[in-house]
């Protein structure tokens, strides 16, 4: 039998519930969120929830509503096959990007994710800035990420062999691994990071091939792709987040594809991103140094002398502007989901047999 524990409910987490859950609540997980409609989960199963009104009331912004991924204090009903969400346990990690056009609210992707796999295609996606952008986004949450550089099979091991050194080059030296959902090579790989009670969260843009990585962990077509057209455009198969848990109990929070990634985290972000181009600031000569034109600039010293490279500096540049001059253009129109209301149906209604 599945135990909380199995689902991530670890010592963590415990030490928190008596801050979080009052007398005759018990704890699930959200493993779907539509607006007001929520999917949990608990050892037993999955059934729809709905918010206690305190949140419409004492919420002051979106990021304090559960999120996939959230733990949660509830009150179930109707026979356990309802339920009220009434508190959100603190998150260890957390996915967040900023809203569009705002200067301090998050939009909250997911909650206490282990590993946050970066996905990439090889051929028509691969992009390093927007590569820097995910890491960027991982370490502001506090989430270990792993490259996936998908659909191997569509370019030629020595042009593999070239995305793979671009990345080094680019001072990015998160674990990457390159796989094909077609041929499976490099699902060795894979597989040996997933683990039984943790969290991977995939993310990535559209039609890179997140939802068919799951399909072909479970064997099965469970969850919906599509083909992307002959320009890369992806159509945004998956229109919700979600948390699927696997046969051997690893857990996967499948999410729609960002078309562009606007930024995300705060400043710490940014540096945490680029910790190397941090350490050489502090022997800047100016503690405030932009590190772009000062004397005794240790960040431009280093382009000189070719210990920090062009390519990677103008990366820092560029996230730094996206960062001070919130700009954000990504398309979230998701098709407003009546798919979400006939999934809960779906619930229901296997929840009676
Ligand atoms: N050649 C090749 N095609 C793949 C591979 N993996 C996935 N595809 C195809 O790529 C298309 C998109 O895959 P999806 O899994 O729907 O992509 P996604 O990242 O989930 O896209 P969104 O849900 O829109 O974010 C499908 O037609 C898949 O069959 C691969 O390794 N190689
Ligand atoms: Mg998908
Ligand atoms: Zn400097």
New binding site residues.
């Given amino acids: 039998m599945t135990r909380l524990v199995d689902l991530g409910f670890d010592p963590w987490f415990e030490a928190r519930d008596h801050d979080v859950r009052r007398e005759g609540q018990d704890i699930a997980r959200v493993s779907a969120v539509d607006r007001s409609s929520y999917l949990i989960r608990n050892e037993v199963g999955e059934v729809p929830a709905e918010l206690a009104g305190k949140f419409y009331f004492h919420a002051e912004s979106s990021v304090e509503l559960p999120c996939v991924g959230d733990w949660v204090a509830v009150q179930y009903h109707n026979d356990d096959t309802e339920a009220i969400i009434h508190g959100v346990f603190p998150r260890r990690t957390f996915l967040r990007r900023k809203r569009a056009g705002t200067e301090v609210d998050y939009q909250m992707i997911a909650a206490n994710i282990d590993i946050a796999f970066i ?1 990439q ?1 090889c051929h028509f996606d691969f992009n390093l800035p927007r590569l820097n952008r995910y890491l960027v986004m991982a370490a502001d949450g506090h989430v270990e990420p792993i490259v996936i550089l ?5 370019i030629s091991p020595d042009e593999l062999q070239q995305k793979l050194e671009a990345i080094r080059q680019a001072g990015i030296t998160t674990r990457v691994i390159a ?5 499976g090579s490099g699902f060795d790989g894979f597989h040996q990071v997933l683990m039984p009670g943790r969290t991977y969260c ?1 993310l ?13 962990l479970t064997g099965r077509d469970d ?6 057209s002959g320009t890369g455009e ?6 919700r987040r979600q948390l699927i848990v696997l046969d051997k109990g690893i857990m996967f929070i ?5 078309r562009e990634l606007g930024l995300l985290g705060a400043g710490e972000g940014v540096s945490k991103g680029f910790e190397d181009i941090t350490e050489l600031s502090m022997a800047c000569r100016y503690a405030d140094c932009s590190h772009t034109q000062e004397a005794g600039c240790a960040v431009l010293a280093a382009i000189a002398n070719g210990e920090l490279s062009e390519e990677r500096y103008s990366g820092y540049l560029k996230l730094r502007k996206e960062s001070e001059h919130y700009e954000m253009s990504y398309l979230d129109k998701r098709k407003k989901d009546k798919a979400f209301g006939r999934f809960i149906k779906t619930v229901k209604k296997n929840l009676k047999k």
């Fill in positions: 996905v295609s998908a659909k191997t099979d569509l796989l094909s959902n077609v041929t995939l990535g843009s559209s039609g890179v091939g997140k939802t068919t990585l799951i399909n072909h969850l919906d792709t599509k083909a992307v992806g159509t945004h198969t998956t229109t499948d999410t729609p594809g960002m």
